[in-house]
């Protein structure tokens, strides 16, 4: 089956320093999504990418989906933006999603 | 609109029992999945609804099974808990249709916190 590979595990930032975070994944893909996970376990849609460039305010995120990467950015960070950040792809052919193993990231004050 | 609901938002069950977990999905969606999540891990696809049957199923033994009513809420079911079926567990909604249409932007719950003791 499909495998998705985020970078890095682990990330620590000073508050206002820019991250980027990566997704790669083995195979081709019909759908693409961010989330963040807060310390309660919701997770929240960040983006909905399967291709191209999106932006929200201090985030951004690009799929390459033809070289099977997608990568989302964070500009100035906060102390509220700390959490656990999933990639997630639904395979082709199949209606199975598939989350990464996550990017951990801690924004210090 | 109400997003994606669960409940209970905790459990505490006992080996051996079994335990039912319920989700209704966003307003508009017909498609509804569940997921495991261990401590420190990303989630697990467990298996998928869609016109109250199930489509796709990932690498979960038969103590889980699932049902999707005419409204399109769902209920997780799970026999015989193990200890190791202690974990949050994640319902997502979405709109249905074929896989090769890229529309199905998943909505998750808060979550179930099940604890087996």
């Known amino acids: 089956g499909i495998q998705v590979e985020q970078s890095p595990p682990d990330l620590i930032l000073q508050e206002g320093a820019n991250s980027t975070l990566r997704c790669n994944f083995s195979d081709s893909v019909n759908n693409l999504q961010w989330f963040h996970q807060n310390p309660w376990g919701q997770l929240i849609n960040l983006f909905y990418?399967?291709?191209g460039t999106k932006q929200n305010g201090r985030l951004s995120a690009t799929t390459v989906a033809t070289e099977r990467y997608s990568l989302l950015y964070i500009s100035s960070s906060q102390t509220t933006d700390s959490g656990v950040y999933f990639c997630?792809?639904?395979?082709?052919?199949?209606?199975?999603?598939?989350f990464g193993a996550g990017t951990r990231l801690f924004v210090k004050a | 609109d109400a997003g994606v609901t669960q409940s209970p938002t905790h459990l505490i069950k006992t080996r051996g029992q079994q335990v039912t977990l319920r989700c209704s999905p966003k307003s508009g969606h017909d498609t509804v999945s569940w997921y495991q999540q261990a401590l420190g891990q990303g989630p697990q696809f467990i298996f998928q609804?869609?016109?109250?049957?199930?489509?796709q199923r990932g690498n979960f033994p038969d103590r889980f099974s699932g049902h999707q009513f005419p409204n399109y809420s769902s209920e997780l079911n799970v026999n015989a808990l193990l200890l190791g079926d202690s974990a949050l567990y994640l319902c997502?909604?979405?709109?249905?249709?074929?896989?090769?249409?890229?529309?199905?932007?998943?909505?998750f719950g808060q979550g179930t916190r099940l604890t087996v003791v």
């Open positions: 997630a792809v639904d395979d082709t052919g199949g209606f199975k999603t598939i």
């Open positions: 997502a909604s979405s709109r249905g249709g074929q896989p090769d249409i890229s529309f199905a932007e998943a909505f």
């Open positions: 990418i399967p291709s």
């Open positions: 609804y869609y016109e109250e049957e199930e489509r």
